[in-house]
């Protein structure tokens, strides 16, 4: 069982991740740290994905780049993960049986010279257009083990999602600041904003012309 301390940093690592998406790999770490020694963490996103997935922890990067080059395509797991519930943490077993994964392209060419056999996954999030999961894939572990595992994972899915969230929240604040700046170099006059402690924050191109001048308007070394 995971240690309060352990859990603890686990949490810590996604609400990192909230505040800063490049992070994501680290808290997925984490998560898969306890599990069989280190499985492999993947997380999907398809809305802001650069190839099929944006995420891995523990893959060596030729791997993430066969993955995302040709196996997405194949992942006998995703599609169905995709489909269950939102927010319920299951095993692969219960995607698909282990018996028919064993005839699969996906398991004998990918998963298997990875040492991978089985593995956990929780949709997070799903719309009409967009699905988000989060999975760790894991070599072969005992029932009592795997059973502890969908447990963490389970516990840590609330948070993951409110991370998530977090996410679109700051990305949508970046994107209306990015179109307020665009609108405000377009201008004729001079825009400056200041924040609380008197500094420039943003200036636009015609501001900083007159600035430049420093004919009874200027900026210090201190902005």
Partial sequence: MLSDKSYLAV????????????????ALGRLSAPMSGGGNGVMHDPMIAAGNCHVFANWE????????AYYASKNAWLNRIASRPVGKAEPAEFFLPRSDLFKTEWY?????????????????????????????????????ALAS???????????IERALKVNRQLSAVEFRWFAAEECFQRL???????????KIVFSNAEANRVFAQTDGLAVTREG
Avoid at 61 to 68: E, G, H, I, M, R
Avoid at 188 to 198: E, P
């Fill in 11 to 26: 949490v810590e690592g996604i609400y990192d991740a909230a505040v800063d998406p490049s992070r994501w790999a680290e």
């Fill in 188 to 198: 004729k006059i001079g825009v400056a904003v200041f924040g609380s402690d008197r």
């Fill in 149 to 159: 595992y969908v447990a963490l994972l389970q516990r840590v899915t609330p948070h």
């Fill in 108 to 144: 004998n060419d990918y998963l298997r010279p990875h040492g991978i056999v089985s593995g956990i996954g929780v949709t997070v999030m799903r719309d009409s257009s967009r699905f988000v999961s989060a999975s760790v894939l894991l070599p072969r572990s005992s029932d009592d």
């Fill in 61 to 68: 990067p030729d791997s993430v780049a066969l993955y995302n």
